[in-house]
């Protein structure tokens, strides 16, 4: 294992963290507050994270060989905030579990990316960055459409630096994870 792969672990748990901090804030909102038109790129803190979720399902099919095309998997319409989540979650786990299994070769394989109009061939390692940016754009979105709610939106800017494991132990527990492993590496 490379820094790089070990990196690109740690960026799919932190997104994992991220998405749990911010869907558990969510479920603490109305139904009416959750689909409520805002100011964004999509409509609703739902549309937006439901988009986030959508494009997770399409990137991670993909990097796992299976292409799904345009047609991805949906969710309701209005789906609730914990209907997201536990789908999230389970998409979460899915990119840490390739991530983890990712050797430095693999970094350079390509991946079948099925578009409504043509095929398009990746490396992996692009398609991982490209997704951590996406989840971190739509995130942020999403975060500052709940500051026009009743529920603060949750701080999602911290990494997992050995001072911050005190703003992260609650979350962790909850996630069922080992607050101590979910560190980046010392570089060799």
């Known amino acids: 294992m490379t820094y790089f792969t070990e990196a690109l672990i ?5 997104s994992a963290w991220a998405n749990y901090r911010l869907l558990s804030a969510c479920c603490d909102l109305s139904q009416a507050e959750f689909i409520a038109e805002r100011t964004g790129f999509f409509p609703s803190i739902s549309e937006t994270l439901n988009h986030n979720l959508q494009v997770d399902c399409f990137y991670i099919d993909a990097l796992e060989g299976n292409p799904m095309g345009p047609a991805s998997r949906t969710l309701p319409p209005e789906p609730t905030a914990p209907a997201l ?13 390739f991530c983890e299994a990712l050797m430095p070769q693999d970094l350079q394989a390509e991946v079948r990316l099925v578009r409504e109009e ?12 490209h997704l951590f940016q996406h989840q971190t ?8 459409m709940m500051s026009a709610t009743s529920v603060s939106p ?3 800017d911290e990494f997992f630096l050995s001072g911050d494991l005190t703003l992260r132990e609650k979350d962790f527990e909850a ?10 590496s010392e570089p060799a």
């Not at 740690?10 to 932190?14: H, P, Q, S, V």
């Not at 989540?85 to 579990?97: F, G, N």
């Not at 069922?176 to 980046?184: S, T």
Request: charged fraction near 30%; avoid cysteine; glycine fraction near 4%.
């Open 10 to 14: 740690e960026m799919a748990r932190n």
């Open 175 to 184: 996630m069922g994870w080992d607050p101590e492993r979910h560190a980046l």
């Open 85 to 97: 989540m536990e789908a999230q979650r389970k998409w979460d786990q899915r990119l840490i579990t």
């Open 137 to 144: 754009h739509h995130r942020g979105q999403a975060h500052a």
């Open 118 to 129: 043509d095929l398009q061939l990746e490396r992996t390692d692009r398609v991982l960055l």
């Open 154 to 156: 949750p701080q999602l």
